[in-house]
Each structure stands twice: as structure tokens, then as C-alpha cells.
């Protein structure tokens, strides 16, 4: 079992910065690869960016393509997304998850993954 819980959303406006962390516990944080994942109200949830366990591979969206930056410490057991010249389209809330098979990837496809946090509100007011 892994539990993986959010924090650092809020509420910022247009062309400012966030920092979202996911903290896991309950298996070795390095055996697997992580996501970020955002539902936006009436949609459907999307992928955003994902990391592979030793952070060697990285994949993002195309619509937060170098506004985004995903990263991990696996001696915290932690992984961050950082969000610069956020817009308010970006406005959802958002979920890590852990792929607990494909440690080396770093996938897109959200039925890969196995364990999902409760979610962090990030509000991007224009």
C-alpha cells in the first residue's frame, strides 16, 4: 500500500507561481515512478506531467510544456510540480499518483497507475 498526500495549493493570480508536493509513505519510495494529473470542474481529468524513479525520464503535457516543472527527492519521499505564468485554464485540482510497475517510465496514461492522493485546489484567478 502507498499513501500519497498533496499540498501547496491556494489561490494566485495570472502570471504568478505555485509549488504542488505529493508526499508518499508506505513502500520505498524509489521502486516506483510518479504523476501529476488535474481535473478542471466539469471535465475530465487529464495528464499534466510524470517522472520515472531515478528522475531520468520526464514527460510533460503539451499545454504546461515549459511552464512546468516536475521533480522528486526520494530522500524526502517527496515529488513536486512547480507551476510558473500559471493562466487561469489552469485552474483544477490537482493529483499525484504512483505507477508502482514501471519504475524506469514515465507515463501519461492514468489507468498505469495505482495509487492516487486526495487531490490539492490550485485556483488561478485572471
Known amino acids: 500500500q502507498v499513501q500519497l498526500v498533496e499540498s501547496g495549493g491556494g489561490l494566485v493570480q495570472a502570471g504568478g507561481s505555485l509549488r504542488v508536493s505529493c508526499a508518499a509513505s508506505?513502500?520505498?519510495?524509489?521502486?516506483?515512478?510518479m504523476g501529476w494529473f488535474r481535473q478542471a470542474p466539469e471535465k475530465e481529468r487529464e495528464f499534466v506531467a510524470a517522472?520515472?524513479?531515478?528522475?531520468?525520464?520526464?514527460i510533460y503535457a503539451d499545454s504546461v510544456k515549459g511552464r512546468f516543472t516536475i521533480s522528486r527527492d526520494n530522500a524526502k519521499n517527496t515529488v513536486y510540480l512547480q507551476m510558473n505564468s500559471l493562466k487561469p485554464e489552469d485552474t483544477a485540482v490537482y493529483y499525484c499518483?504512483?505507477?508502482?510497475?514501471?519504475?524506469?517510465?514515465?507515463?501519461?496514461?492514468?489507468?498505469?497507475?495505482?495509487?492516487w492522493g486526495q487531490g490539492a485546489q490550485v485556483t488561478v484567478s485572471s
Open positions: 499518483a504512483a505507477d508502482m510497475t514501471r519504475r524506469n517510465w514515465a507515463l501519461s496514461d492514468e489507468a498505469q497507475y495505482d495509487y
Open positions: 508506505g513502500r520505498t519510495f524509489s521502486t516506483y515512478a
Open positions: 517522472i520515472s524513479w531515478s528522475g531520468g525520464r520526464i
